[in-house]
Each structure stands twice: as C-alpha cells, then as structure tokens.
C-alpha cells in the first residue's frame, strides 16, 4: 500500500515565525504536492513537483516556498507565518502523472497560526 | 473562470436508499474526472476514475456517469450505509494540465439507520 506521511497532525504557530511541513512518501512516485484546504474552498494547490530538485507554482504559491532535495521527501516552508495561512495542509504524491494517475494523499497537518 | 462546483449542503439520506451527488464545471474540458472519499480529519481517498469518452463505471455499490454536453458528473452511492457517511470530493484533470487536479469543495453525505 502506498504510505504518504506528514511530519505533523496539528501544529500552532505564532506570526511571524517561519514553518517548516515535511511529507514522505513511501513508493518511488515521481510527482508531489502540497494543497491547502479550507472550508467551502476544497482543495487548492500551493506547489507541485515532477522530479527531484523541480518545483511548479499552483494556483495559490504566495507566501509559500517548497523544497525537494530526495524523491521521497517534499517540504512545505511558510517564511513568515500569517494568520490567514491558518489551514489544513495536504501533502500528495502520484507516480507518474499520466492523466489516469490517482493522487494519494497524507493525513493531513492542521496549521494554527496565532 | 474555470470552476468547478459540488452541492455544498449536506445530503441526508436514510439507510439502504441511493444518494445522488452532482459535480458540475464550467470552462473545462475534463479528459478525466476523479472521485474521492474525505473522512474528517483525514487525507481524500480515490475511488474512481472516468475518462471524458466513456459514459458511466462501476465499482461495487459506487456509479459514476460524465456527461460532457450536460457539463456534469453524477456520483451514485447504492444501497447506502452508515459507514459511506464522509464527504465526497470530484477533481477533473485536463490534457493540458499534466498530472494537476482541480477539486470541487465537496458535498457531505450522512446516512442515517
């Protein structure tokens, strides 16, 4: 089964302070993603990657920055934490991002941004 | 724009009747439309997947339609169950959006017995 895990389940954070959300995942997929989730507004993506060391914008990359040093590893870095970034975090992976791909998704990190 | 729009009131249905969830897009042309399963507090689940030349898939008690005129998919969950209450997401990819889905907000479904 493939496994995609996320560093945290909730996290409270103060403005300002720079957030680092870390997801693994465990079967050698090429594409990863972070989305943010929020009520009303399904998911939106923030940050894609197709290979190692590549990173594409999504629809909402402002105030976000990412970093895929290993193919199994994508991180989430928030610089400077805002208060509207208080959100669920959702990290995906899939393995090859032909169309029928299917995304499989982390448990998910509840950010708290005080 | 594009968008993409799923019923956001709860749909409440008694045990052992068939929930219908609609999907509806406009501006798209979908090549592929995805349906997915979302527990609270948990990362959406697939479930299934139809491509924008076929007209209905099966998955056990799940069916899935995508008509292309109409701009719509349905969702049909048969001879429901307590444990298919969650919410239900549809997420289309496009030919030209490689490997990106766009999801729809969700619709949540609770089955009482």
């Known amino acids: 089964d493939v496994k995609v895990t996320q560093s945290s389940r909730y996290l409270v954070k103060r403005t300002g302070e720079k957030v680092f959300l870390e997801c693994v995942q465990d079967?050698?997929?090429?594409?990863m993603f972070w989305y943010r989730q929020d009520p009303g507004l399904g998911l939106r993506l923030i940050y894609f990657?197709?290979?190692?060391?590549?990173?594409e914008k999504g629809d909402i990359p402002e105030g976000y920055s990412v970093s895929r040093e290993k193919k199994e590893r994508f991180s989430l870095i928030l610089e400077s934490a805002s208060t509207n970034q208080t959100s669920m975090y959702l990290c995906?992976?899939?393995?090859?991002?032909?169309?029928?791909?299917?995304?499989?998704f982390g448990p998910g990190t509840r950010l708290t941004v005080l | 724009s594009q968008k993409i729009e799923q019923n956001s009131e709860a749909l409440n249905i008694q045990e052992g009747k068939t929930a219908t969830l609609t999907c509806n897009y406009t501006?798209?042309?979908?090549?592929?439309l995805q349906w997915y399963r979302q527990d609270p507090g948990r990362g959406p689940v697939f479930l299934l997947l139809?491509?924008?030349?076929?007209k209905e898939k099966r998955k056990e008690r799940l069916k899935v339609t995508f008509d292309t005129t109409l701009k719509q998919s349905l969702f049909h969950i048969t001879a429901s169950q307590p444990a298919d209450s969650a919410t239900y997401l549809c997420?289309?990819?496009?030919?030209?959006?490689?490997?990106?889905?766009?999801f729809g907000a969700g619709t949540q479904v609770v089955v009482t017995p």
């Open positions: 997420a289309f990819m496009t030919t030209d959006s490689w490997g990106k889905l766009q």
């Open positions: 501006n798209y042309s979908p090549a592929y």
């Open positions: 079967m050698d997929h090429e594409n």
């Open positions: 139809i491509r924008e030349n076929e």
């Open positions: 995906a992976s899939s393995s090859d991002g032909r169309s029928t791909d299917t995304q499989y």
């Open positions: 990657s197709y290979d190692v060391k590549m990173k």
